[in-house]
């Protein structure tokens, strides 16, 4: 997963000072049972993700052409392990089962893993560069309405495997090689995006905390985003995908 510079800021007042939970560490903010639930719940979506990415990694490292490309992959898969261990054991430090917290999503990722399973090589980086990023941007966004704490630990795992590079450089230069290829995989690119937009809405929908932490807040505190900031978020992740279209040298 990769770091963009698209996300929304900590969550702050008219003086552009942190509000709400944004402005309090895990300590203070985790005393609403409400939100310490929401909580649990995004750092199990999260932590499942990662170790769904690790597998499917090295799942495609298979269909790799090289062994130096073979290698590459290993490296990013293994990176994305080593995220899923810093979320098992920030979810096992605040008394949360890992197991447990994860459960309620590995069906919902393991779908949308089966649903966009890359036929080959292209399409596989093409996934980890473009579907991947968009569930990276939406969780970078709840990341602004979370404690101090929290928002550290969820950037920290987001951040590039290097996985991005790589990926342009192989599909621009397939691309060139024949630009057929082009055409295929923006449209896989733009099926990507729909697929991984649905998925995050129903880890949101799907669960209670989450969802009221995110639209109206935990408690009176102002942690959610409203009708409006739902809309930015949205244009915001949108735009990031066209320039990662871009980037690849793929039609939006």
Do not use: C
Not at 182 to 194: N, Q, S, Y
Not at 195 to 215: G, Y
Request: hydrophobic residues 50%; aromatic residues 6%.
């Amino acid at each position: 997963m990769s770091t963009e510079e698209n996300a929304s800021p900590p969550a702050e007042d008219a003086d552009g000072g942190a509000t709400g939970i944004a402005a309090q560490n895990w300590a203070d903010a985790s005393a609403s049972p409400q939100y310490r639930a929401a909580v649990v719940d995004l750092l199990g979506a999260l932590a499942y993700g990662e170790l769904a990415a690790f597998e499917r990694l090295a799942e495609d490292a298979k269909m790799a052409p090289t062994l130096a490309d073979k290698a590459e992959l290993a490296k990013m898969a293994s990176a994305e392990f080593h995220h899923f261990e810093r979320l098992r054991d920030r979810l096992a430090a605040v008394d949360a089962e890992p197991t447990a917290a994860m459960e309620p999503f590995a069906k919902g990722v393991d779908d949308f893993h089966r649903q966009t399973a890359p036929s080959d090589w292209l399409e596989g980086l093409v996934k980890a560069y473009v579907g991947d990023s968009i569930a990276s941007d939406f969780y970078r966004e709840v990341a602004s309405h979370l404690d101090s704490d929290t928002r550290a630990l969820v950037l920290g795992v987001l951040d590039d495997t290097g996985h991005g590079n790589f990926a342009v450089e192989k599909v621009r230069a397939a691309i060139e090689a024949d630009p057929r290829v082009g055409g295929r995989l923006a449209l896989w690119a733009r099926r990507l995006m729909g697929e991984a937009l649905s998925q995050a809405q129903r880890v949101v929908a799907e669960r209670d905390a989450l969802s009221t932490m995110l639209v109206g807040g935990v408690d009176g505190m102002a942690a959610g985003f409203d009708l409006a900031a739902v809309g930015e978020m949205f244009a915001r992740i949108t735009k990031a995908h066209t320039k990662r279209m871009a980037a690849l040298g793929l039609a939006a």
